[in-house]
């Protein structure tokens, strides 16, 4: 497709249990973000992506996220052991080098029981 | 570090003009963004601006930019019901920057 697709688009998943979210950018875009979404909050940058250079993990809440893009385009953000408060939409997006526009897919909900 | 805020919600009735308000704390931000949020769909840019600019129009939009008092504002003329959204206002040092966003301003239009 053309635009950033996410998957899965709903994950309902039990505390404690590990999830992984996937995120497809647009063909060739060098930058790939992810941001998470809570319920009536504004978004939290989670952490950057931009061609070869060191990813910014900067956002990233603690050690059980993390995120690995191969080969410069799919990335997947992994959650282990997860809690409730990890429950949110997160979001995927892409851009080119340019002033930033990015390009956001529709979000992967997770829900942790 | 890097903060940006807005107000929670604006309430405007049909053909008004909607007038929704960000204020940031980083000195070193270098372009200025204003994205829309529909229900149940992503983000999407509507315009930016350059941080040595004052003022950009686009049809019924109208950016303008205090760069002494790190305000932004965005201006939605003759505002209409497919304008009821949340608007994010959002900041980068750089292009090809990460973007740090408000917590975004729900704008709900009134017939």
């Known amino acids: 497709g053309a635009g950033v697709s996410q998957s899965p688009s709903n994950k309902v998943t039990e505390k404690g249990k590990d999830v992984e979210l996937r995120c497809d950018p647009i063909s060739g875009h060098t930058a790939l973000y992810w941001y998470r979404q809570s319920l009536g909050q504004g978004l939290e940058f989670l952490i950057y992506?931009?061609?070869?250079?060191?990813?910014?993990k900067s956002g990233l809440p603690s050690d059980r996220f993390s995120a690995e893009r191969t080969g410069g385009s799919v990335s997947t953000l992994t959650i282990q052991r997860t809690q409730q408060e990890d429950s949110a939409v997160y979001l995927c997006?892409?851009?080119?080098?340019?002033?930033?526009?990015?390009?956001f897919g529709e979000g992967s909900r997770l829900t942790v029981l | 570090g890097e903060d940006v805020e807005q107000s929670l919600f604006l309430s405007v009735r049909e053909g008004d003009s909607s007038v929704i308000n960000c204020t940031y704390t980083d000195s070193s931000s270098t372009y200025l963004y204003w994205y829309k949020q529909e229900p149940g769909a992503g983000l999407q840019l509507l315009t930016y601006?350059?941080?040595?600019?004052d003022m950009k129009q686009d049809q019924r939009l109208t950016v303008l930019l205090n760069k002494k008092d790190k305000h932004l504002s965005l201006r939605i003329a003759d505002t209409q019901t497919g304008d009821s959204a949340i608007y994010f206002c959002a900041e980068s040092r750089a292009a090809g920057n990460k973007l740090t966003f408000g917590g975004g301003t729900r704008v709900l239009v009134k017939p």
């Open positions: 992506f931009q061609g070869n250079s060191a990813p910014d």
């Open positions: 997006a892409s851009s080119t080098s340019g002033p930033g526009e990015l390009f």
């Open positions: 601006i350059f941080s040595n600019m």
